[in-house]
């Protein structure tokens, strides 16, 4: 079973970092991605990494989140530093196979940033 497992998140202080992680089982992705919702919010992206290292970011989070993945271990990090409440939501890890057929979601964590 394809699955995609994120651990991590958690309660922190505005101007704090916090790292969560996301591990894959039984699939290598060619992309893989976080996305974030907030409540009454749709789900957006945050930042992705694609076959051959390229990463995109959404604009809130350049210069304070960093993306990166670990082949050998098949998992993908994100690096949040100085939080902001506008932060908080579930973050969902997310992963696309080589040919772009399938894609997969993890069933998110949850990130809370206090003022």
């Known amino acids: 079973q394809v699955k995609l497992v994120e651990s991590g998140g958690g309660l922190v202080q505005a101007g704090e970092s916090l790292n969560i992680s996301c591990k894959a089982y039984?699939?290598?992705?060619?992309?893989m991605a976080w996305y974030r919702q907030a409540a009454g919010n749709q789900r957006e992206l945050v930042a992705k990494m694609f076959n051959g290292g390229m990463t995109d970011y959404a604009d809130s989070v350049k210069g304070r989140f960093t993306i990166s993945r670990d082949g050998a271990k098949n998992a993908v990090y994100l690096y949040m530093n100085n939080l902001i409440p506008e932060d908080t939501g579930v973050y969902y890890c997310?992963?696309?196979?080589?040919?772009?057929?399938?894609?997969?979601w993890g069933q998110g964590t949850q990130v809370t940033v206090s003022s």
């Open positions: 039984n699939r290598i992705f060619g992309t």
């Open positions: 997310y992963g696309q196979t080589f040919n772009g057929r399938d894609e997969y």
